[in-house]
């Protein structure tokens, strides 16, 4: 089967979907905590990376793509962190910012090559009016060469088949990355 694509460097993509922010603190440990049995670790490297759909819109700008990113967010350092590492990496970033819920964090201790602890700071999306994310889809479907959907079950897209009826209305492929097991609900998309 023979597909003719765009040239990828002037393909717009627009990535919908659970946004992140993975943060990393390393160090290394020396001694136990004599408040409980745990080690105790100096902190001398702190990383932040875009993580779940902002890893895939930042994947998507790495190969020369136009990368749009859509998703919920909270009004925090959080949010402000992503847009500006994504920036830099161009990422069109156009968050629906939430002001009763942070923006999904992970935070992740290692030491010596070795993961200590994964704290996450969520409290998921769901229940969040999907409108404001189905408006900007609509708004970029006529400038837009796929629409990406990344679902990691945080709540951006509990209206997935809206959001796919849309494009493929105005013929525009989903990809989805599905999150789980129950594919029925990404009924009609282009590419699992």
């Not at 932040?48 to 919920?72: D, F, H, K, Q, T």
């Not at 629409?147 to 990809?175: C, E, F, H, N, W």
Request: aromatic letters at 6%.
């Amino acid at each position: 089967m023979k597909v003719n694509l765009p040239a990828f460097e002037r393909a717009g993509v627009m990535v919908v979907g659970d946004v992140m922010l993975d943060r990393y603190w390393y160090g290394p440990t020396c001694r136990i905590s004599p408040e409980a049995p745990v080690p105790v670790v100096k902190v001398n490297t702190v990383e932040e990376r875009p993580g779940g759909a902002a890893n895939v819109a930042m994947n998507i700008a790495s190969l020369g793509a136009n990368a749009r990113l859509v998703g919920l967010t909270g009004i925090d350092d959080a949010a402000r962190a992503l847009s500006k590492t994504l920036a830099e990496v161009n990422v069109k970033c156009d968050f629906v910012s939430v002001p009763t819920h942070p923006t999904i964090t992970k935070l992740r201790v290692l030491s010596r090559n070795q993961q200590l602890i994964r704290l996450d700071f969520e409290e998921g999306f769901e229940g969040v009016d999907p409108q404001p994310l189905h408006e900007r889809i609509n708004q970029a479907l006529g400038s837009i060469g796929a629409l990406v959907l990344s679902d990691y079950a945080k709540g951006a897209l509990t209206s997935v088949q809206t959001m796919i009826s849309l494009a493929r209305q105005a013929g525009v492929p989903v990809l989805i990355d599905p999150k789980g097991t129950d594919f029925e609900r990404y009924r009609g998309a282009t590419l699992l």
